[in-house]
C-alpha cells in the first residue's frame, strides 16, 4: 500500500467551501510548489512524516468527523495522493474534499473526490500559475475559490470567471478574502453591486478555534 509525507492530521472545523462549517479530518501533506504571498501554512514547505495511507483512513474513521480533506501544501505533488485520495472515498460514504492551488493537473483527483481548486490572483505573487486545461476539466460537483487582495484582484476575477464560464462548469465560483489587506464587508458589497453569482466565504478556521 501506498504512503505519503504527512506535515500533521487534525480534526477541525471546515472553513473554505460550501462544507463551511462542518467537522473535519485534515490531512495536510508537505511540499508546495509556490509561494504565495498570504500563505498561513509554510511550516508545510517541508520536513513531516511518511505515514501509511491505511494508518490515515484509520484516523479518519475513528476520528467521526462529517467529512475528510486532503490538502497542503500542494497535495497533488506527491506520487502517494491517489491512492490516499481513493481509499479515503472508499471507506466511508463522508464526502472527501481535496485543496489543491491549481497549478497541477485535476485528472490526479478520483471520481468521487471533491476537488476545490484554487486560481491565483496576481497579488498572490502567483498570478501566472493557473493550469489553464483544468477549466475545461472541472466536474459539477468541484468547487473553484479566489482569495483576493485588494480591488484589482477583484476585477480581475471577475473577468477570469466571465471569460471562461466558471458559473456553470462547477458547483460553485468562492470568493475570499486576505485577511488584513481586503474587508470581507467591502468585497460583499462590489460582489452584490456586480450581480455575480459566486459565493462570499470567511476564513471560517480563522475565527474561531477547534482545538
Not at 39 to 60: F, H, K, M, N, P
Request: proline letters at 2%; a negative charge.
Amino acid at each position: 500500500m501506498s504512503s505519503v509525507l504527512v506535515s500533521e492530521s487534525f480534526i477541525s472545523i471546515q472553513g473554505e467551501s460550501t462544507y463551511s462549517g462542518l467537522s473535519c479530518f485534515f490531512v495536510r501533506l508537505t511540499g508546495c510548489n509556490l509561494r504565495c504571498n498570504y500563505c498561513d501554512t509554510e511550516y508545510a514547505y517541508s520536513g513531516g512524516t511518511e505515514i501509511d495511507v491505511t494508518e490515515l483512513v484509520q484516523a479518519r474513521l475513528a476520528s467521526g468527523a462529517a467529512i475528510a480533506e486532503i490538502t497542503g501544501g500542494e497535495p497533488l505533488l506527491q506520487d502517494g495522493f491517489t491512492a490516499l485520495a481513493k481509499v479515503l472515498r472508499d471507506s466511508s460514504e463522508q464526502p472527501v474534499l481535496v485543496e489543491t492551488n491549481g497549478s497541477q493537473d485535476i485528472e490526479l483527483i478520483p471520481e468521487g473526490v471533491i476537488a476545490v481548486v484554487d486560481v491565483k490572483s496576481p497579488g498572490s505573487g502567483e498570478g501566472d500559475s493557473f493550469y489553464m486545461p483544468n477549466i475545461d476539466k472541472l466536474r459539477d460537483y468541484d468547487e473553484v475559490k479566489f482569495v483576493l487582495s485588494d480591488e484589482s484582484d477583484y476585477v480581475w476575477a471577475k473577468d477570469f470567471i466571465r471569460e471562461h464560464g466558471l458559473i456553470d462548469k462547477c458547483h460553485a465560483v468562492l470568493f475570499g478574502a486576505v485577511a488584513g489587506k481586503l474587508d470581507v464587508g467591502t468585497l460583499g458589497q462590489w460582489i452584490v453591486a456586480d450581480k455575480l453569482g459566486v459565493r462570499l466565504q470567511v476564513q471560517l478556521h480563522k475565527i474561531i478555534n477547534v482545538a
